[in-house]
């Protein structure tokens, strides 16, 4: 092997220079001396600091409360369960009628919206009054 012939083994890639302007500052990632580097320092209050960290955002207080409830119709009940049948929660997440929140059966509201001729057994869900009204006409019970 002659010198001509040596290559290295590793690319040769320039160290990041700092502290030549930019966006980091002053120091640019170097640090400073600073308060933390004299003696007898005195920092604010420490209820202070922990009320300036929280968000102050416009209006955060005001958030409409995320709804974690799912809604059905009796129309769709009616075109995908048998005469007679149980609904619960649990069931219309197996379904795949409503989806589950955070792998839980989610809450479900069932609504009037269409006609019922089955009779069915609903437990663990809300329902309105026009649905309530529906399903009973047609024979079905309702738990709470």
Same mark, same amino acid.
């Given at each position: 092997?002659?010198? %001509?012939?040596?290559?290295?083994s ?12 930019g966006k980091?500052?002053?120091?640019? $990632? %170097? ?5 933390? /580097?004299?003696?007898?320092?005195? +920092?604010?209050p ?12 416009r209006? %955060?207080?005001?958030?409409a /409360?995320?709804?974690? $409830?799912?809604?059905?119709n009796?129309?769709?009940?009616? /075109?995908? +369960? ?19 929140i ?11 919206q269409?006609d019922?001729?089955k009779? +069915? ?8 009054a ?7 006409k /047609? ?6």
């Amino acid at each position: 092997m002659q010198t %001509h012939q040596l290559t290295k083994s590793a690319s040769s890639k320039s160290r990041k220079r700092v502290g030549r302007g930019g966006k980091r500052g002053t120091y640019s $990632g %170097h640090g400073g001396k600073g308060q933390t /580097a004299r003696s007898g320092r005195n +920092f604010r209050p420490i209820v202070r600091e922990v009320l300036k960290r929280y968000p102050k955002l416009r209006g %955060h207080r005001n958030r409409a /409360a995320r709804s974690d $409830g799912r809604i059905v119709n009796v129309a769709l009940l009616e /075109a995908k +369960f048998e005469k007679g049948s149980t609904i619960t929660p649990s069931i219309l997440a197996a379904k795949n009628i409503v989806g589950r929140i955070g792998g839980k059966s989610p809450r479900v509201k069932i609504l009037g919206q269409g006609d019922v001729s089955k009779n +069915f057994n609903i437990s663990g869900c809300e329902v309105s009054a026009a649905a309530r009204e529906k399903i009973e006409k /047609a024979g079905g019970a309702i738990k709470n």
